[in-house]
DNA sequence: TTGAAAGCGCTAACAA
DNA sequence: TTGTTAGCGCTTTCAA
């Protein structure tokens, strides 16, 4: 187990040629049933492990997809990397992981590329964020396959998995306007897996329907402790009868702030969360949600990816994932 | 940008050979000036990146550290790759990210050690599961450097970075049993980041200071839901005057739990978690957690492993971190 | 201070 | 069905 086994190893010890030796562990149908025994026998006895590191190199392909997300948004990766981790597993590649910085250095991204290509990772998967385009200009550059999740993006190399938000938020709130109710507050932080500016399109044109026009928009922290108190202040002098928050964390935020302030959930007011996390399970009263299949966003971008990496059929190389909202007791 | 930049055309253009740009890239101080100045131009000017596979193949090192761990484990480590993911940025390791299962098929581990070793990774952090002595016996076998975070654990070509909860606990507990405050539950869940066992020996001890015996233990579900509905029944026939969790998110659903039946925290019961999250600032009341610095742990094992690779000075391969209770409103 | 050349461990024509 | 051989793109002696 000292030196490390190669395939020059078990060829010798097989006594064929190295040729054959890839030719079995590549699974090539034209080796004969004996030999390939042997050399089989041999693998297992000496325990082989090709290295795939020259085998990159011989192929030019890693069979590695290169995850990047800003370290904010790791709360939602978080849920994805089950879909991620478990598809990539299945069709054997190989995922690292890269995370930026939010502060957004100058040459962040510049940086980031230099890595991405320094790897060789076949192809990548990006998280809608504030430098998403730059990220994708710039390594398209390189024409490394990329599948964006969280927003709609279309193109050569180019893939994306996304929901409707847009619409979501557009139901929500024209079924309000439809009863009258037309106080919302919609609650965003700085980063977010959606993007915050569809959802508030959404609003916007369902209030252009009945003819009003919407302008209530808090951004607060991604911490919950400050938005918490943020809330808790901000609840002593409003109050309003929906409010829209972009992720479940903010959702409890405006809970806890409200209730401090006596304001009855969901009588006088209510309140609507994203993503349907375990946070809006915790809340008293619990938090009505918008449920994002975040494993399946995963599972979908590793999909997309190897397809476009194999050049294999794709239907739509721009994939939309239903949304369902979670009716709890935030809500009436 | 079409074909692959390599070092050949850098030396061509340049008018050196690739042994001098080789030595350029890799900072090599025996290069005249004039000529690093031109090969650094040229390489410049073709946006040449040294491609890692061949440069790995040549070392025979890949610069790659393996971050191993289950899924139902994600929710601990998920903090943790904030320090992983920076620190590793920063000493220019990439990190390839390895899921398993908590199904624990026969031959998962195996699986797993098939694919760390065919990746050729430098070295390895895994977390301290039920796996985890199968996979240190599997790995070590291929003298590939491992860092266990979580559990105490020291030997060659193995460290860790652990924190002594066993002393925190011990400590809780003998302040309770001091002031006469003996009924004391343990919640604990399948798969925990720090060492239960660790935890219960930790309370037995301090029970056996004071003559006691203590036996009382609970194990719940990692799904919030599920150990919510739980507690509810449980505390419907039980009360405690304190409960000590495995991790926050238990911690929160027995004050949920026990709150639905009317028990009042902290006044008839006390409740303290771990891990000090965001859970433990949005119950009613505040929860009082254990905090542990799973950034710092994180970073600390990247910087542990990378000087074991590097045969760097060790003062200790065995990292020990601090903990400190945070007192809110669950406890008096 | 630089260059020539032999690997690193594998794949993939091309021959046989 | 198998073997020979030329790469893949870099690092690293050894000479010059």
Known sequence: M??????????????????????????????KQATKARVL???????????????????????????VFPQSLFAHVKDMIGGI???????????????TDDIGEDNMVNELVEKLVKSRADGVILF???????EINQISKYKIPIVVVGDYMAGDNLGSIHTN????????????????????????????LLSDEEMISGIQEAYAKYNKTFDQILESSSEYEESYKQFQEYFKTHKHQLVIATNDKEGVAVINGATDNQISIPDEMEVIGMFNTTYALMSKPTLT???????NMGALAVRLLTKMLNNEEIES????????????????
Chains 1, 2 share one sequence.
Do not use: M, W
């Open 165 to 192: 938000v847009k619409q979501a938020i557009y139901d929500i709130t024209c079924e309000r306007l439809e009863k009258g109710i037309d106080d919302i507050l919609f609650v965003t932080t700085h980063q977010n």
């Open 289 to 295: 949600s918008i449920n994002i299949p975040i494993y």
């Open 85 to 99: 981790g478990d598809t990539s597993r299945t069709l054997k590649y190989t995922v690292t992981f890269h995370t």
């Open 128 to 134: 809608n964020n504030e430098f998403l385009e730059e």
């Open 2 to 31: 000292d030196k490390k086994v190669t395939i020059y190893d078990v060829a010798r010890e097989a006594n064929v040629s190295l040729a054959t030796v890839s030719r079995v562990i590549n699974g090539s149908s034209v080796v």
């Open 317 to 332: 190389n721009d994939v939309e994932v239903k949304y369902i909202l979670i009716q709890r007791q935030s809500t009436k």
């Open 41 to 67: 026998e041999v693998i297992e006895r000496l325990d082989f492990k090709p290295n795939e590191i020259a085998r990159g190199l011989a192929k030019s392909k890693t069979t590695t997809i290169a995850v």
